[in-house]
């Protein structure tokens, strides 16, 4: 079993940057990859980010390449998610999410969810 706790969020003007923190518990957390994903009301979930057990390896969607940055620690049970040059399309609830070996970009690839936390970027 592995609880996700997300943290970091809120308020930002369009531009600036906010860092998103995970943080889970279990002692196979270094063993899974871990991935980033955003919902809005009435959306599907929408994949964001994800990146493999070592860290070695990491995948972005194209909305967000070049802005974002997902990282782990894994001596701290934590995965972070660095967001920069935020526009106003990027306000979501941003849910991480853990449970599978391979990084995959489907949300039923994941056992494993935390509660969210809510971007939200003003014009």
């Known amino acids: 079993q592995v609880v996700l706790v997300e943290s970091g969020g809120g308020l930002v003007q369009a531009g600036g940057s906010l860092r998103l923190s995970c943080a889970a518990s279990g002692r196979t957390f270094s063993t899974y990859a871990m991935a980033w994903f955003r919902q809005t009301q009435g959306k599907a979930r929408e994949f964001v980010a994800s990146i493999s057990w070592s860290g070695t390896n990491t995948y972005y969607a194209d909305s967000v390449k070049g802005r974002f940055t997902i990282s782990r620690d894994n001596a701290k049970n934590t995965v972070y998610l660095q967001m920069n040059s935020l526009k106003t399309e990027d306000t979501a609830v941003y849910y991480c999410?853990?449970?599978?070996?391979?990084?995959?970009?489907?949300?039923?690839?994941?056992?494993?969810w935390g509660q969210g936390t809510q971007v939200t970027v003003s014009s």
């Open positions: 999410a853990t449970g599978t070996v391979v990084p995959v970009v489907l949300p039923g690839g994941y056992l494993y």
